[in-house]
């Protein structure tokens, strides 16, 4: 069975705060992604990673930056936190190719307050 | 630009009533659009429902079908007959065939309640 870990699962912080998202997946799966979802606006793509140290620009990139550090571990990174990024945010991984199923973690809810 | 569109943000079905979720898309800068289903229940991650990469085939899991229509450009969710389980946020998806990078474009999901 497929596995993608997020943590934490909850997160507060303040405004101009450093925040640290992982994500690990134990599917070997070269494909990595970060979304966020927010009311109204669906998931959004923020960053995506096809491998250890590779790095591509989403849709809604800006505020964030993201390191892939191994094939299992990927990580966001919000280095000075405003309430516009509180939000729901998803991890997934996958194979690669459009055909391929996403595999999801079960979310991290940030609040900037 | 490309994008999928849910009209309904929630729907109420009474179990053993049939269900039908609307979707559909637009692929102007997508040669082959290829269509899935998606499923978040409480608490969880989103899994796969069900997918479609052909024009005209139906996709089928859980009870659950849907036919990629390309003339219409839709991909519509039905179930004949749905379970107090099915509760849960349904999210249409979008990629491109002709890519590899598996990148999706999501509806903004349709919440399914369903009563006992």
């Known amino acids: 069975e497929a596995a993608v870990t997020q943590s934490p699962r909850n997160k507060v912080t303040v405004t101009g705060g450093n925040v640290t998202l992982s994500c690990r997946q134990t599917n070997s799966h070269n494909y990595m992604y970060w979304y966020r979802q927010d009311t109204g606006h669906g998931l959004r793509l923020i960053h995506y990673s096809y491998g250890a140290g590779n790095l591509q620009i989403g849709d809604v990139p800006d505020g964030y930056k993201a390191t892939r550090t191994t094939q299992e571990d990927f990580f966001l990174l919000l280095e000075l936190a405003s309430p516009s990024q509180t939000s729901l945010y998803f991890c997934?991984?996958?194979?690669?190719?459009?055909?391929?199923?996403?595999?999801f973690g079960a979310g991290t809810r940030l609040s900037v307050l | 630009g490309d994008s999928v569109t849910q009209t309904e943000g929630q729907v109420t079905v009474s179990e053993s009533k049939s269900l039908i979720i609307n979707c559909t898309y637009s692929?102007?800068?997508?040669?082959?659009?290829?269509l899935f289903w998606y499923v978040r229940y409480p608490g969880e991650g989103l899994q796969l429902l069900l997918k479609?990469?052909?024009?005209?085939q139906k996709g089928s899991s859980r009870g659950f079908e849907a036919t990629y229509n390309k003339e219409a450009t839709s991909f519509h969710l039905q179930k004949a007959s749905v379970q107090e389980s099915d509760s849960a946020v349904y999210y249409c998806a979008l990629s491109d065939g002709s890519g590899n990078t598996g990148k999706l474009i999501f509806g903004l999901g349709t919440t399914l309640q369903v009563q006992p």
């Open positions: 997934a991984s996958s194979p690669g190719s459009s055909q391929n199923t996403l595999y």
């Open positions: 692929a102007t800068s997508i040669g082959y659009p290829n």
């Open positions: 479609v990469i052909t024009a005209g």
